[in-house]
T-cell receptor, first 114, second 114 residues
């Protein structure tokens, strides 16, 4: 158990809908990262937040957005969902000031768009 | 060409065998090199991280980095059926604005048979 929690575990929804995925980082970690894992693309970096501020952006679609709240939990919002958005979504966190860039992953949310 | 290349396998070995997993990369800016283990439908679990060229050992696992060849390896000695999982190499990259992200290989699926 990494200490990173994610809810829900599974989400099934229809095309065109909007969903929110939630992540709580490990105690003391200030950075939160979101990744998407699909069969054809592997694990892809979406976005990073550090202590409430957006720090880095990766291959995140405009239909997707994220935020990190004062209590450091983060939410990833996915809207106008398409079939191709079906994937595992992982949240990871890392402690402040570390030199190694290691990230600790949560159990993931499996999103199925029908 | 992908920044990180990893043979997807599957790789099947008998119990007790030495396993060698490898990744090559093209981005000289990568700073830290990590190996994650991912069991089916679970989050990636950090196994090892290294920075400089050379070897790092942790129990049955040895991570090796050759920056001049842009090649990293993970060796598993005395492999066990419980080592059956997908092994992902990951490399960290500092981004403009102070952020960082991990770039993953596609993962090698390993099966250790009794």
């Amino acid at each position: 158990d990494s200490g990173v929690t994610q809810t829900p575990k599974h989400l099934i929804t229809a095309t065109g809908q909007r969903v929110t995925l939630r992540c709580s980082p490990r105690s003391g970690d200030l950075s939160v990262y979101w990744y998407q894992q699909s069969l054809d693309q592997g694990l892809q970096f979406l976005i990073q937040y550090y202590n409430g501020e957006e720090r880095a952006k990766g291959n995140i679609l405009e239909r997707f957005s994220a935020q990190q709240f004062p209590d450091l939990h983060s939410e990833l919002n996915l809207s106008s969902l398409e079939l191709g958005d079906s994937a595992l979504y992982f949240c990871a966190s890392s402690p402040p000031g570390q030199a190694t860039d290691t990230q600790y992953f949560g159990p993931g949310t499996r999103l199925t768009v029908l | 060409q992908k920044e990180v290349e990893q043979d997807p396998g599957p790789l099947s070995v008998p119990e007790g065998a030495i396993v060698s997993l490898n990744c090559t990369y093209s981005n000289s800016a990568f700073q830290y090199f990590m190996w994650y283990r991912q069991y089916s439908r679970k989050g990636p679990e950090l196994l090892m991280y290294t920075y400089s060229s050379g070897n790092k050992e942790d129990g049955r696992f040895t991570a090796q980095v050759d920056k001049s060849s842009k090649y990293i390896s993970l060796f598993i000695r005395d492999s066990q059926p419980s080592d059956s999982a997908t092994y992902l190499c990951a490399m960290s990259d500092k981004l403009t604005g102070g952020g960082n992200k991990l770039t993953f290989g596609t993962g090698t699926q390993l099966k250790v048979e009794l």
